[in-house]
């Protein structure tokens, strides 16, 4: 559910490590953010949401959220405030309590009254196994500073992981497909945002001067689906691409000219081969 897992990821990391939107389902891949203490070094894996697949690529995002719980040191999981406690959240810390030290994070306090808070704080209580239960605002950075302090109890000793100045493992090619996603799904409207898929063609710094050309391709699921990605006079698209270019050029750092294209693969989250070529191969992910 889309509690505000990535909101907390990039809140605690302090960099955009994952894509935001009030959509469910918007993170579809395990991502990591690292996050760089004096003498600390924590790596967050934000995973989808858990729902019940509907199809291939749902398969995907569910195997990726069993492989972010495997060989971790804690688990934070996020609920929504204003949403409460739901059978599934009960579900989940029964069957994981016991497995890491588990951490739940009671997201958007900012946005529910101290009595509804509360009474889900209650509701908590009662559960057994949890190591500690924290309100947040992952939106606000409210609270951050005791779940942090939780997390650091769990650290173990060790060598970092990574270099120290890393704060992600993903690809800028995979950073401009989730960027250009997420503009796609803020822009669009009802089913079509959720079949979009995203290829890059093309990312090329250019070596005389600071500017990088990116082409890709919008991946659609329905003829139909395409004429409203491209709009009327191509004014949808042209939205789209002004504002991933905008992110594009913040992360990349320098000038980008983006060409965005629309192509059609009919129900493409059931073709294994569209879904590998968009980076959800599910065999992959199982070797992991
Ligand atoms: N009011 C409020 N909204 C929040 C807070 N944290 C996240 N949100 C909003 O909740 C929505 C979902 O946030 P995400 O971070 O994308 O949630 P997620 O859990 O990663 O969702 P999926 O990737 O779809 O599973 C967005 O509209 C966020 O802006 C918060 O602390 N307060
Ligand atoms: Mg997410």
Known sequence: MHCG?????NALVGEKVSIVSWRPQTTRNKLLGILNGDDYQMVLIDTPGIHKARNRLGNYMMQAVENGLKDVDAVVYVIDAAKGMQREDYE?????AAKAPLIVALNKTDAVTQQTLFETLQKLNGVVGLKAVVPISARKGENLEPLMNELKEILPYGVPMYPQDE??????RFLATEIIREKALYLLDKEVPYGIGVYINKFEEREEAPICDIDADIVCEKQSHKAIVIGKGGEMLKKIATEARKDLEKMIGSKVFLTLYVRVKDEWRNDDFVLRELG?????LKKE
């Open 5 to 9: 897992k990535s909101t907390l990821t």
């Open 92 to 96: 989940f810390m029964e069957k994981n």
């Open 167 to 172: 704060y992600t493992e993903s690809s800028m």
């Open 280 to 284: 959800y191969d599910i065999k992959q």
